[in-house]
């Protein structure tokens, strides 16, 4: 039985699996894998025919301003599972995949305000479509290069083939991550700082408390060419944030994405660094408890929003009605636009608006109420919410008829519903159920050498890592 199998069998997963034999199916389950089926199909399409031929995955469509390099590495992850599941052609996965790397290896670097894609090897968040280069003042970003970075270092594993196309993959993508100059961007507290601009150099942000960073300090740690002290990796554990909410105990992040983002390419199942070994748990359990404790937060709904329970909750960062406040129901309520909402124990921020991708990015945590919630937000909102590419970005049943929004529709007696997909929340849904079902992109993973290096820099151990961290 191949390790994909494996994870197949133990998620119930994909019939692609033939030869293994699978707890008896029930209807319930037929349904699941048939509505995930959808789901990822549609999400998957999003990523392909949104995404040009240079690899620029726009940030958001149909809206369509920008590319986001981020939702540029979602997209890279992404070819591999639309290959595995029939979708495309390796041929074509390959030749898109070569374009997006020729792209950001040939695009211009250095320190100027214009006309560059990035500097020390890093990226800009947003690019000019036509171009490439900068768009407008926006920050060289450590994240989202990490996130891109991510991407390349999954196709860098998954064509292993002696074609000459997949050996130049392998070789760009090992050029760009040797180039990414990590100790530039170190504070003199250790810590790491997020962005840097030309008009005003580092800072101030830094990687503080527990975060979708964990990405980041992995790729910086394993870095062969500049690499970061585990010192460094130290400093930001000990900002982290133990406490409980809603009877559950783990490191709090309030937005979901924040559990769900390193995740995506690090199976963290059986693997602790030392703050985790002290705690008795790892962090794939950590993101499982963060994703009860919200679901239990819906639940209670202690602000009274509507449709919240059981199966509609998810909060995360994610698009929003308006910036305004109104009286609803004689309540006084404020609405945002794009907020990273969330739930933690310190740290509230909800206006009522629920992201499917909060959800669709916890299916391997907790699938029994994630899929459950995907599937009733789908079949309660229809076509408002579930369309052509899976879906869209947002919704918020509290907002009433009459209030002018940012974007999207207001439909009378039902809600908001947004009207764009953005890159970066459609990413955590096709991957997410993907590792869920087949485990794929985790066990592609655990082949890269920088992920493996990095890993054992932090001081994980245990599980997979057996044997690797001599």
């Given at each position: 039985?191949?390790i994909?199998?494996?994870a ?8 692609a699996c033939?030869n293994?034999?699978?707890p008896q ?8 894998e048939?509505?995930?089926d ?5 999400t998957?399409?999003w990523f392909?025919?949104?995404t040009?031929?240079n690899g620029l995955t726009?940030d958001r ?27 495309i ?7 898109r995949?070569?374009?997006?790397l ?7 670097q250095?320190?100027?305000?214009t006309g ?10 947003f690019?000019e479509f036509d171009?490439g280069h900068?768009?407008r003042?926006n920050?060289?970003?450590?994240i ?5 970075l991510?991407g390349?270092l ?5 064509f292993?083939?002696?074609h000459p196309?997949e050996?130049?993959?392998?070789a760009l993508?090992d050029?760009?991550?040797r180039?990414a100059e990590?100790p530039y961007?170190?504070?003199?507290s250790?810590?790491?700082?997020m962005a840097?601009?030309p008009?005003r150099?580092?800072?101030p942000?830094?990687?503080?408390g527990?975060?979708?960073?964990l990405i980041l300090?992995?790729?910086?740690l394993?870095s062969p ?12 554990v ?7 909410f809603y009877g ?11 559990h ?11 693997i ?8 008795g748990i790892d ?9 009860y ?7 209670d709904?202690?602000m ?25 129901d004689g ?9 990273a ?5 310190a740290d509230i921020?909800?206006d009522g608006?629920?992201?499917p991708?909060?959800v ?7 699938p ?13 909102y229809?076509?408002q919410l579930?369309?052509e ?9 509290s907002v009433?008829?009459g209030?002018?929004t940012e974007r ?6 039902v ?19 993907e590792?869920?079902?087949?485990g794929?992109?985790?066990d ?6 920088p992920i493996v ?8 151990r245990?599980g997979w ?5 001599e």
């Amino acid at each position: 039985m191949t390790i994909r199998c494996l994870a197949a069998y133990l998620a119930l997963a994909a019939p692609a699996c033939s030869n293994v034999a699978r707890p008896q199916e029930t209807d319930a389950t037929i349904r699941d894998e048939a509505f995930l089926d959808t789901l990822q199909h549609r999400t998957f399409r999003w990523f392909w025919e949104t995404t040009p031929e240079n690899g620029l995955t726009p940030d958001r469509w149909p809206s369509r301003p920008f590319s986001s390099i981020a939702a540029a590495g979602f997209a890279l992850t992404g070819w591999p599972v639309g290959v595995e599941r029939g979708w495309i052609s390796r041929e074509q996965a390959r030749e898109r995949t070569l374009n997006t790397l020729r792209f950001f290896w040939n695009a211009p670097q250095g320190p100027d305000s214009t006309g560059m894609t990035g500097d020390r090897g890093f990226f800009y968040h947003f690019l000019e479509f036509d171009t490439g280069h900068r768009y407008r003042t926006n920050e060289l970003s450590t994240i989202d290069t990490s996130l891109l970075l991510a991407g390349m270092l999954t196709t860098q594993v998954y064509f292993d083939q002696d074609h000459p196309e997949e050996v130049e993959i392998r070789a760009l993508v090992d050029s760009i991550y040797r180039r990414a100059e990590w100790p530039y961007f170190l504070s003199d507290s250790g810590t790491v700082f997020m962005a840097w601009r030309p008009e005003r150099g580092l800072g101030p942000a830094r990687w503080r408390g527990y975060d979708e960073s964990l990405i980041l300090h992995v790729l910086a740690l394993g870095s062969p060419t500049h690499p970061l002290d585990a010192i460094t990796y130290d400093a930001y554990v000990s900002t982290y944030e133990w406490q409980e909410f809603y009877g559950r105990a783990h490191v709090n992040f309030a937005p979901l994405f924040g559990h769900q983002y390193s995740h995506i390419w690090i199976d963290f199942r059986g693997i602790q660094d030392a703050y985790m070994r002290a705690r008795g748990i790892d962090y794939f359990e950590n993101s499982r408890q963060a994703t009860y404790a919200q679901h239990a937060y819906a639940t209670d709904n202690p602000m009274g929003w509507r449709d919240y329970g059981e199966e509609i909750w998810g909060l995360t960062a994610s698009d929003g009605p308006a910036d305004t406040t109104v009286t609803v129901d004689g309540v006084e309520r404020r609405f945002r636009r794009y907020w990273a909402r969330g739930a933690a124990a310190a740290d509230i921020r909800d206006d009522g608006t629920i992201a499917p991708t909060a959800v669709g990015g916890s299916v391997p945590f907790a699938p029994d109420i994630t899929i459950a919630a995907l599937r009733a937000m789908r079949e309660r909102y229809g076509s408002q919410l579930f369309t052509e590419y899976g879906f869209l970005d947002a919704f918020n049943p509290s907002v009433p008829e009459g209030i002018r929004t940012e974007r999207g529709t207001v439909v009378p007696g039902v809600g908001w519903f947004d009207s764009d997909y953005l890159g970066i929340d459609q990413g955590p849904i096709l991957l997410m159920a993907e590792n869920y079902r087949t485990g794929l992109i985790w066990d592609l993973m655990k082949r890269s050498e920088p992920i493996v290096r990095g890993l054992c820099r932090a001081g994980f151990r245990g599980g997979w890592l057996d044997g690797q961290c001599e």
